[in-house]
């Protein structure tokens, strides 16, 4: 989809893109540049969360910022504006981003009456008000605005620790905001779309605001103003001199829940884990076997692997090992590596592997894969594992990486686990858990000795795997696991 569109001969506008197989919104985690900032075509200007991963975004043009549409931490919708760059700097003193709603319409009660508003020239919807407008008549609420600021100011000052001057004699107390301040003539009040969004979120009536902006526009610190008085009680608000109780310093205003309680807005990628494993949970009929193997014979491998000329410069851990014993016991039973196709009530075999390795990331748990993993050697999949891991704590992890997979590998062993019952990523037919390699008595040849031990667990869909097939499988991991050199005989 196009992500950007031109405005005028100077100003171009970037829209939100579609950063991965119709995302329909990302959160914007950082901007890299500010307003003044000067951009060339490629530099990244933000980086977004969708409900994959975390993404950077370039600029496809050259220019200076002129404004950026949406703080951080706002979840925007694909095809939305973002940010605005002046593309011819220096040609003129640019326009006053109030007036010219070109970019960022106003909101009005009067939008699509057919009337224009009073006192105001009839123009195209979305370019705002002609040159030839006339001013608003100061509202009665107007004069409320200093004496909202001090009050907020005092309460700031409260919270701070400290007593702030008072506003007004105590003879003259503040008037109170009118039910309508922020309304022109009684009708909706005048606001761009992101302030609507921010009094939203902070609770706040806009028809109490009152504007200063231009034209009676309510502008973000209109309301910021309105929601700090707003954050304190009556009681607690009134005399400067008054302390004001220790409950106020906690929770700040995007704070949710209380002393006892947190919570936090599900969203972005973690969203993302939480409909994919509901969906697979109740879609896929899961079957989960178990077995417990000595793998002493693998982790000397690894050892000898270590110090292997052909292995420098790689990574060498048990979780190789695994994964291409998993690998080959595919090739051995490759009816596993299929997939449900609910709208043909078709099975997909799939003559390819995309290997699906589970990574713990501060986002949450995503599943990047390995494309055609099958057809890898045993350094050439060290390499891929190594940049597979290194790429998602990092969090750069693409979409393109967590699509297409066809059987994943979940190492809980790493967190001391014996072993789970992993729930299939959606689309995937098996999904194999490994747990905690620990020393153990075993009988080995008779006798019981201290031995390298873990425990797998194969999860399947039973629409695809039946019993036997899914036995054969686990038990073709396990083999090789306990007897490498089947890496050899059996590939």
Not at 263 to 286: C, E, L
Request: hydrophobic residues 45%; aromatic residues 4%; glycine residues 8%.
């Amino acid at each position: 989809m196009t992500t950007m569109t031109e405005t005028s001969a100077r100003f171009r506008e970037f829209k939100m893109p579609d950063v991965g197989e119709g995302l329909t919104e990302a959160e914007i985690l950082k901007w890299f540049v500010q307003p003044g900032d000067t951009v060339t075509d490629g530099q990244v200007v933000c980086e977004v969360e969708t409900a994959k991963a975390a993404v950077e975004l370039p600029i496809p043009f050259d220019g200076v910022v002129h404004e950026l549409r949406f703080p951080e931490g706002t979840t925007v919708d694909v095809g939305q504006v973002i940010i605005a760059i002046d593309v011819a700097p220096g040609s003129g003193d640019a326009p006053d981003p109030a007036a010219a709603p070109a970019q960022e319409p106003v909101e009005s009660a009067d939008a699509g009456d057919g009337d224009a508003p009073k006192g105001r020239t009839p123009v195209l919807v979305g370019y705002g008000v002609a040159e030839t407008s006339t001013k608003r008549r100061p509202r009665k609420g107007a004069a409320a605005a200093p004496e909202a600021a001090a009050v907020a100011a005092a309460v700031q000052a409260e919270l701070n620790g400290h007593t702030a001057p008072a506003a007004a004699p105590a003879s003259a107390p503040a008037p109170a905001v009118p039910a309508q301040a922020g309304a022109p003539d009684g009708g909706r009040p005048l606001a761009k779309p992101p302030v609507r969004k921010l009094a939203k979120d902070l609770g706040i009536d806009l028809a109490t605001v009152v504007p200063t902006g231009k034209d009676g526009v309510i502008t973000r610190e209109d309301v910021h103003a309105a929601a700090t008085p707003a954050a304190v009680s009556p009681a607690e608000a009134a005399p400067a001199a008054e302390p004001v109780t220790a409950a106020v310093t906690e929770a700040p205003a995007a704070a949710v829940g209380s002393a006892r309680e947190t919570r936090i807005p599900v969203k972005g990628v973690r969203k993302a884990i939480a409909q994919a494993m509901v969906g697979s949970a109740f879609t896929a009929p899961h079957v989960t076997e178990f077995v417990t193997v000595d793998v002493t014979r693998t982790m000397k491998l690894v050892a000898e692997l270590k110090e292997d000329k052909d292995m420098a410069g790689v990574r060498v851990n048990p979780l190789l090992i695994i994964a291409k014993a998993l690998l080959v016991a595919i090739k051995r039973n490759p009816e596993v590596n299929a997939a449900w196709d609910e709208a043909n009530q078709e099975i997909v075999q799939k003559h390819y592997v995309n290997l699906g390795i589970a990574a713990a990331t501060p986002r949450g748990l995503i599943v990047p894969n390995i494309k055609d993993a099958h057809d890898q050697t045993l350094p050439q999949l060290a390499a891929s594992l190594g940049e597979l891991v290194a790429t998602a704590r990092d969090g750069k992890t693409s979409p393109a990486a967590m699509a297409g997979g066809t059987v994943t590998i979940t190492n809980v062993g790493v967190f001391g686990v014996d072993t789970g019952t992993p729930i299939l990523n959606p689309g995937e037919s098996a999904i194999l858990a490994v747990g905690a390699i620990k020393l153990q008595p075993w009988v080995h040849k008779g006798k019981v000795k201290p031995r390298q031990v873990t425990t797998l667990a194969l999860s399947f869909d039973h629409r695809l795997v039946d019993g036997e097939l899914g036995s054969k499988v686990l038990a073709d991991v396990a083999a090789i696991l306990e007897q490498p050199k089947r890496l050899i005989t059996w590939a």
